[in-house]
């Protein structure tokens, strides 16, 4: 059975890994213009336009590009950048730590934070309880750039306790890599704390009112290990997968936070590439994002597994 | 010319957030550069855009892009705010056979960044690799050759008169800006480092591409004094907002500004310089009436300059950083015809009785076409239209994200009027490129034989004196009456800087702000 759900999961990410990248080329040719347009401008030739259309490769039908490009993919070539002619993996071994960094962090601020939050709102209700509850459509209800903008006014500007923009590489400097990231994470992560909360919050509150935990608690079990140890690992399967679906809902959300903090990640380069219409940059990027949401549903699997004995007999 | 640039430019901004113009209704505050100039570690600006390319032949012009290269790369001649030119890595330069031949002598013992020396052969190779693939290689097309004459001479052969050159090769006109012979024979080299005989020279292991350019001073340099920091840090910050940001926490020193965070920053304790930079506008690409016959009746072109109420749109759009305008330089430059200044009174009755006169009592449709980086261009476009509704002249916008999506759309024909902005500069540059047969804006093939006679004169003159002064105001006066395009607006370029930062100064004759001139004040 374990074999199965593997193969069935392999499937599913080559799959995918074909389609995304395939979806991405096409969606990217149809959009008008391409890089000679942006490198030329109004201004240039059609002899000129057509000789860097060639140089580019750009004359070519829209299936030979692609096929190429596959073909190099296959080989774990993801071929050069249009404008700088570097090649593509080495900007995105340079713009994914910075990715990784924000959505790991946001990620873990959302499961510590929402969890904790929703955990103890479930042992209270009343007032902390509609309080919860207002907060997380206030989560849902603030935009993260607007947050962002807040954020940087209140911490960087007025106090200057925090970097206004700009990331710092760890090897760096460890503690100016945090300060980097502070608030970039606070304003990803926002939404989704209080999406946890709310999550984590209900379906304890599901799992509190079910017999086990009434016989656990008849029996003397102490309260804080009722709670954390058997309340919450059985309401826990729901959160993780609204946790996998905040984090990869948070990629869209990085190329938005990444660009207001000035922070040098796939979302920005996503951003320029497009622009300008960098295609095999924008391939690389779009697998690396596909590689992500691949990596993301793996982990929430094993954590299926891990916090369920049954899924493992699957 | 630099309309391509700032189109780049806020085509990023399109996605966050640029620009520059605005008006200088209120006559543009330049703020003082007070205080002595002192050494300096690191300055650090921000650009809304990374450079399309690191190579200077296909970077583009204007600001923010022009900075890539000006810092390293050091033009043959140098323009100076004023308008003035200095000598750059050319010490002199003349015309000759009525503006068909032009020389340069070169500065002796110049070194690139990469330790090769400055030789006419370098420079000739460049021209000639400019010629063939830069992105203004337009800009040369009279050029017949251009040969080593002597080991530090180079002479260009035109192949019709062109007085240009001098601009051309100047830092803004970017054709000027020199790399080392072994780089031009190797441009794939270009995209990723410098090569130039520039003040500063790309730390290519600190810079972060898209992210951070980092430039620090380059030993080689021949003219020390004018190195004035250690390092200079260009950090692309594509949102306005995160720029005045970062510029209010102290993070960087300078960047360009927009009229609508203008008082935020003098508020924040910002030196705020204004200058006027550009003309923004519409320009009418069908004067042939090819898309829309209505529009090759002069009647109908000065109805729709009428039917503009420029006072109102520009406080709308540019606030006090703007004022309106008729005409395509500004007063106190070369060719500016103050007559043109009450061409066309606001007056939407006589719009309708033009209208009426050529026939289109009940008005007619033209696509407007918004190009990505005009500063407020969706909102004046949007304000141009519905102006233009009053008098029946129906113009539905489109509005391209992204500037090659603007190219392919204009290229593709279906569009006859677009906005537009450019950087004010010598007006037969600009004659040539909205209204030649070549022009870049003249993208219909638009025919106006009079004003090619009168750019013909101009281009065998001696710009800047009494006699092409004349003509250029001919040129203006036929330009205006007839009725070429939609000036709306003169807008100003502004740039946010810190209090200790000195030096920041432009003019409407060059409005082009120059790092490599900011120094840090005691």
Same mark, same amino acid.
């Given at each position: 059975?374990?074999?199965?759900?593997?193969?069935?999961?392999?499937?599913?990410?080559?799959?995918?890994?074909?389609?995304?990248?395939?979806?991405?080329?096409?969606?990217?040719?149809?959009?008008?213009?391409?890089?000679?347009?942006?490198?030329?401008?109004?201004?240039?030739?059609?002899? +000129?336009?057509?000789?860097?259309?060639? +140089?580019?490769?750009?004359? +070519?039908?829209?299936?030979?590009?692609?096929?190429?490009?596959?073909?190099?993919?296959?080989?774990?070539?993801?071929?050069?950048?249009?404008?700088?002619?570097?090649?593509?993996?080495?900007?995105?071994?340079?713009?994914?730590?910075?990715?990784?960094?924000?959505?790991?962090?946001?990620?873990?601020?959302?499961?510590?934070?929402?969890?904790?939050?929703?955990?103890?709102?479930?042992?209270?209700?009343?007032?902390?309880?509609?309080?919860?509850?207002?907060?997380?459509?206030?989560?849902?209800?603030?935009?993260?750039?607007?947050?962002?903008?807040?954020?940087?006014?209140?911490?960087?500007?007025?106090?200057?306790?925090?970097?206004?923009?700009?990331?710092?590489?760890?090897?760096?400097?460890?503690?100016?890599?945090?300060?980097?990231?502070?608030?970039?994470?606070?304003?990803?992560?926002?939404?989704?704390?209080?999406?946890?909360?709310?999550?984590?919050?209900? +379906?304890?509150?599901?799992?509190?009112?079910?017999?086990?935990?009434?016989?656990?608690?008849?029996?003397?079990?102490?309260?804080?290990?009722?709670?954390?140890?058997?309340?919450?690992?059985?309401?826990?399967?729901?959160?993780?997968?609204?946790?996998?679906?905040?984090?990869?809902?948070?990629?869209?959300?990085?190329?938005?936070?990444?660009?207001?903090?000035?922070?040098?990640?796939?979302?920005?380069?996503?951003?320029?590439?497009?622009?300008?219409?960098?295609?095999?940059?924008?391939?690389?990027?779009?697998?690396?994002?596909?590689?992500?949401?691949?990596?993301?549903?793996?982990?929430?699997?094993?954590?299926?597994?891990?916090?369920?004995?049954?899924?493992?007999?699957? | 010319?630099?309309?391509?640039?700032?189109?780049?430019?806020?085509?990023?901004?399109?996605?966050?957030?640029?620009?520059?113009?605005?008006?200088?209704?209120?006559?543009?505050?330049?703020?003082?550069?007070?205080?002595?100039?002192?050494?300096?570690?690191?300055?650090?600006?921000?650009?809304?855009?990374?450079?399309?390319? =690191?190579?200077?032949?296909?970077?583009?012009?204007?600001?923010?892009?022009?900075?890539?290269?000006?810092?390293?790369?050091?033009? =043959?001649?140098?323009?100076?705010?004023?308008?003035?030119?200095?000598?750059?890595?050319?010490?002199?330069?003349?015309?000759?056979?009525?503006?068909?031949?032009?020389?340069?002598?070169?500065?002796?013992?110049?070194?690139?960044?990469?330790?090769?020396?400055?030789?006419?052969?370098?420079?000739?190779?460049?021209?000639?690799?400019?010629?063939?693939?830069?992105?203004?290689?337009?800009?040369?097309?009279?050029?017949?050759?251009?040969?080593?004459?002597?080991?530090?001479?180079?002479?260009?052969?035109?192949?019709?008169?062109?007085? =240009?050159?001098?601009?051309?090769?100047?830092?803004?006109?970017?054709?000027?800006?020199?790399?080392?012979?072994?780089?031009?024979?190797?441009?794939?080299?270009?995209?990723?480092?410098?090569?130039?005989?520039?003040?500063?020279?790309?730390?290519?292991?600190?810079?972060?591409?898209?992210?951070?350019?980092?430039?620090?001073?380059?030993?080689?340099?021949?003219?020390?004094?004018?190195?004035?920091?250690?390092?200079?840090?260009?950090?692309?910050?594509?949102?306005?907002?995160?720029?005045?940001?970062?510029?209010?926490?102290?993070?960087?020193?300078?960047?360009?500004?927009?009229?609508?965070?203008?008082?935020?920053?003098?508020?924040?304790?910002?030196?705020?310089?204004?200058?006027?930079?550009?003309?923004?506008?519409?320009?009418?690409?069908?004067?042939?009436?090819?898309?829309?016959?209505?529009?090759?009746?002069?009647?109908?072109?000065?109805?729709?300059?009428?039917?503009?109420?420029?006072?109102?749109?520009?406080?709308?759009?540019?606030?006090?950083?703007?004022?309106?305008?008729?005409?395509?330089?500004?007063?106190?430059?070369?060719?500016?015809?103050?007559?043109?200044?009450?061409?066309?009174?606001?007056?939407?009755?006589?719009?309708?009785?033009?209208?009426?006169?050529?026939?289109?009592?009940?008005?007619?449709?033209?696509?407007?076409?918004?190009?990505?980086?005009?500063?407020?261009?969706?909102?004046?476009?949007?304000?141009?239209?519905?102006?233009?509704?009053?008098?029946?002249?129906?113009?539905?916008?489109?509005?391209?994200?992204?500037?090659?999506?603007?190219?392919?759309?204009?290229?593709?024909?279906?569009?006859?009027?677009?906005?537009?902005?450019?950087?004010?500069?010598?007006?037969?540059?600009?004659?040539?490129?909205?209204?030649?047969?070549?022009?870049?804006?003249?993208?219909?093939?638009?025919?106006?034989?009079?004003?090619?006679?009168?750019?013909?004169?101009?281009?065998?003159?001696? =710009?800047?004196?009494?006699?092409?002064?004349?003509?250029?105001?001919?040129?203006?006066?036929?330009?205006?009456?007839?009725?070429?395009?939609?000036?709306?607006?003169?807008?100003?370029?502004?740039?946010?800087?810190?209090?200790?930062?000195?030096?920041?100064?432009?003019?409407?004759?060059?409005?082009?702000?120059?790092?490599?001139?900011?120094?840090?004040?005691?």
């Amino acid at each position: 059975m374990l074999v199965r759900v593997i193969a069935r999961r392999v499937v599913i990410s080559v799959t995918l890994l074909v389609i995304i990248p395939a979806l991405t080329f096409v969606i990217e040719a149809l959009t008008p213009g391409n890089a000679a347009d942006f490198l030329l401008g109004v201004s240039a030739t059609p002899e +000129q336009r057509a000789a860097l259309n060639h +140089q580019l490769g750009l004359d +070519q039908p829209l299936w030979v590009r692609y096929l190429t490009w596959m073909g190099r993919f296959l080989h774990g070539d993801l071929g050069n950048s249009l404008f700088t002619g570097e090649p593509v993996s080495q900007g995105l071994a340079s713009w994914l730590p910075v990715s990784l960094s924000l959505l790991i962090g946001a990620t873990l601020v959302t499961v510590v934070v929402g969890v904790a939050i929703g955990a103890a709102s479930a042992q209270h209700t009343g007032g902390i309880g509609r309080l919860i509850d207002s907060l997380s459509v206030l989560g849902i209800a603030v935009p993260n750039f607007w947050l962002a903008v807040v954020l940087v006014e209140v911490f960087a500007v007025t106090f200057r306790i925090l970097p206004a923009t700009g990331y710092v590489q760890p090897q760096d400097s460890l503690i100016e890599w945090g300060l980097s990231l502070v608030l970039p994470v606070v304003a990803l992560a926002f939404a989704g704390v209080t999406a946890v909360a709310k999550q984590t919050r209900d +379906q304890m509150k599901d799992v509190l009112d079910r017999d086990f935990i009434r016989n656990l608690r008849a029996n003397g079990v102490h309260e804080r290990s009722v709670i954390y140890r058997h309340a919450l690992r059985n309401a826990s399967i729901p959160i993780v997968t609204v946790i996998g679906q905040l984090f990869v809902g948070a990629l869209a959300g990085s190329v938005v936070v990444e660009n207001i903090f000035v922070l040098p990640g796939l979302g920005s380069a996503a951003v320029q590439a497009a622009t300008s219409h960098d295609y095999p940059v924008i391939q690389g990027i779009s697998v690396y994002f596909t590689l992500i949401v691949i990596a993301v549903n793996v982990i929430v699997d094993i954590a299926y597994g891990w916090l369920n004995p049954q899924v493992r007999s699957l | 010319m630099c309309f391509r640039s700032l189109a780049r430019l806020s085509t990023l901004s399109a996605l966050a957030a640029v620009v520059v113009l605005t008006l200088s209704a209120c006559g543009g505050s330049t703020a003082p550069s007070s205080g002595k100039a002192v050494p300096g570690d690191t300055l650090t600006i921000a650009s809304s855009t990374p450079p399309i390319s =690191l190579n200077p032949a296909l970077n583009g012009n204007g600001v923010p892009l022009m900075w890539f290269a000006a810092l390293a790369y050091e033009p =043959l001649i140098v323009r100076n705010p004023d308008n003035t030119t200095s000598p750059g890595l050319a010490t002199s330069w003349k015309y000759s056979d009525g503006n068909k031949t032009f020389t340069l002598e070169l500065r002796p013992g110049v070194k690139f960044s990469d330790g090769s020396d400055l030789t006419a052969e370098a420079v000739v190779k460049f021209i000639q690799y400019y010629q063939k693939s830069g992105t203004f290689a337009f800009n040369l097309a009279s050029l017949a050759s251009v040969t080593a004459t002597g080991p530090l001479e180079v002479t260009f052969h035109l192949s019709s008169p062109d007085p =240009l050159y001098p601009y051309y090769l100047d830092e803004e006109g970017a054709v000027g800006n020199i790399p080392s012979e072994a780089a031009t024979e190797n441009p794939a080299e270009m995209a990723t480092a410098t090569f130039g005989a520039g003040p500063y020279m790309l730390d290519t292991a600190a810079t972060v591409p898209n992210s951070s350019y980092v430039y620090t001073a380059n030993p080689t340099f021949f003219d020390r004094a004018h190195v004035h920091w250690k390092k200079i840090i260009i950090k692309i910050i594509a949102d306005d907002n995160a720029a005045l940001a970062a510029l209010r926490s102290g993070q960087i020193q300078a960047a360009l500004g927009d009229a609508t965070d203008a008082d935020a920053a003098k508020a924040a304790g910002l030196n705020v310089t204004s200058e006027v930079g550009g003309m923004t506008g519409v320009v009418i690409a069908d004067r042939d009436g090819k898309i829309v016959p209505a529009l090759k009746d002069l009647r109908v072109r000065q109805a729709l300059n009428y039917a503009i109420d420029r006072v109102g749109l520009t406080r709308a759009v540019y606030r006090s950083y703007g004022s309106p305008t008729m005409q395509y330089k500004p007063a106190g430059t070369d060719g500016y015809v103050a007559a043109m200044d009450s061409a066309y009174p606001y007056n939407v009755t006589k719009a309708k009785q033009l209208l009426a006169e050529a026939g289109y009592p009940n008005g007619f449709t033209i696509q407007l076409i918004v190009q990505p980086g005009v500063p407020g261009g969706t909102l004046l476009a949007q304000a141009m239209s519905q102006e233009w509704e009053q008098i029946g002249v129906h113009a539905p916008l489109t509005a391209p994200a992204t500037f090659s999506d603007y190219v392919a759309k204009v290229l593709g024909g279906g569009y006859g009027v677009t906005t537009y902005v450019y950087d004010y500069q010598p007006f037969i540059w600009e004659l040539n490129e909205l209204f030649s047969p070549t022009g870049v804006y003249n993208f219909l093939g638009a025919k106006t034989p009079a004003l090619d006679a009168l750019r013909a004169q101009i281009n065998s003159s001696d =710009l800047g004196s009494p006699a092409a002064n004349a003509l250029e105001q001919q040129a203006m006066t036929y330009a205006v009456q007839n009725a070429l395009s939609v000036p709306v607006s003169a807008a100003n370029f502004i740039v946010f800087s810190a209090k200790n930062i000195g030096g920041v100064a432009f003019t409407p004759s060059f409005p082009i702000p120059d790092p490599t001139q900011w120094y840090l004040t005691a």
